[in-house]
């Protein structure tokens, strides 16, 4: 299983930018993806984006489409999510997954390893 460690939350000013991490480590990332969710309270956790370790391949909900890019560092084994023109809405535990995924990259169910969360609060 990989261990993931989030960082980067905050509170920021709508229309401002955060960008969050996540650590890997306890195994090689070859064919796994890592992907981005979010929960805001009441809500269900819904997906934000996705990469594949190997090739880099890239996949966005609607809404961080434009405004967010998730990317990831093969030396220092972290992805990251850099969140622009964030809105009130955006407001959320964000959370970092690892999992050998094939087909379903917005499933929650498709990953297997998740980290602690961040929480990200975006004031109006």
């Known amino acids: 299983q990989v261990q993931l460690v989030e960082s980067g939350g905050g509170l920021v000013q709508a229309g401002g930018s955060l960008r969050l991490s996540c650590a890997a480590s306890?195994?090689?990332?070859?064919?796994?993806?890592m992907g981005w969710f979010r929960q805001a309270p009441g809500k269900e956790r819904e997906f934000v984006a996705a990469?594949?370790?190997?090739?880099?391949?890239?996949y966005y909900a609607e809404f961080a489409k434009g405004r967010f890019t998730i990317s990831r560092d093969n030396a220092k084994i972290t992805v990251y999510l850099q969140m622009n023109s964030l809105k009130p809405e955006d407001t959320a535990v964000y959370y970092c997954?690892?999992?050998?995924?094939?087909?379903?990259?917005?499933?929650?169910?498709?990953?297997?390893?998740w980290g602690q969360g961040t929480q990200v609060t975006v004031s109006s």
């Open positions: 306890g195994r090689t990332l070859n064919n796994f993806a």
């Open positions: 990469i594949r370790w190997s090739g880099g391949s890239t």
């Open positions: 997954a690892a999992g050998r995924v094939v087909y379903g990259m917005e499933y929650s169910s498709s990953y297997d390893s």
